[in-house]
């Protein structure tokens, strides 16, 4: 194929291209953020505002989305807490503090965590501690603890549960193998 036949490019392409209604890429920006995951309203603001989307526009938008239900803070802050709590096993304080990242407001939060049963949060520390405790058995037990303790601190657990799981646990292992 010889390149130096074909037609040389417009001088200003830009001036061929029709400029883009705002509305519509703004709307193209909301659909392709919501085809992965859920987002807050917060976060697609956040979105539309970095791609210079008017404010105006912006907000219509966001309200249009929100009265059809494609945006759903509340829906998205029990979803969140559900797969963090189970997958990472999180407490509720440091579900709270990725929520209000997120921009979900304190009323919804506190909602979505008290949806959850009371022993959630203390299953998914213990299960945690479980998974954990693979890879620190063979260390000597208050170097174990801390580690352990420190795992579940950075997940949120208050250091009262945090000590109660990972004795309970510890002892457990003890019983079942023998080994102090």
């Known amino acids: ?7 040389p490019p417009p001088e200003d392409l830009a001036a061929t291209v029709a400029p883009a209604d705002p509305e519509s890429v703004a709307r193209k920006i909301l659909l ?9 309203r ?21 309200d249009r ?21 189970e997958g990472r096993g999180l407490a509720g304080r440091a579900l709270s503090a990725e929520l209000r990242r997120k921009g979900v407001p304190d009323e919804v939060i506190r909602e979505a965590l ?14 945690a501690v479980r998974r954990k405790l693979r890879s620190v058995q063979r260390l000597d037990r ?12 950075r997940k949120g657990h208050s250091p009262g549960v945090a000590y ?11 019983d079942e193998t023998g080994i102090e």
């Open 65 to 85: 989305f929100e009265d059809v239900g494609l945006i759903d803070d509340a829906a998205f802050a029990r979803q969140w807490v559900e797969q963090r709590r």
């Open 32 to 40: 392709d953020q919501l085809t992965g995951r859920a987002r807050t």
């Open 142 to 153: 208050d170097v174990a603890t801390r580690r352990l303790v420190g795992m579940l601190a």
């Open 114 to 127: 008290d949806e959850q049963e009371p022993d959630a949060e203390i299953e998914a520390a213990r299960v």
């Open 164 to 174: 109660r799981l990972v004795r309970e646990e510890l002892q457990i292992v003890e």
């Open 1 to 7: 194929m010889d390149l130096s036949s074909s037609a």
């Open 42 to 62: 917060h976060e697609l603001a956040g979105k539309l505002a970095a791609r210079n989307v008017p404010t105006d526009i912006a907000t219509t938008l966001l």
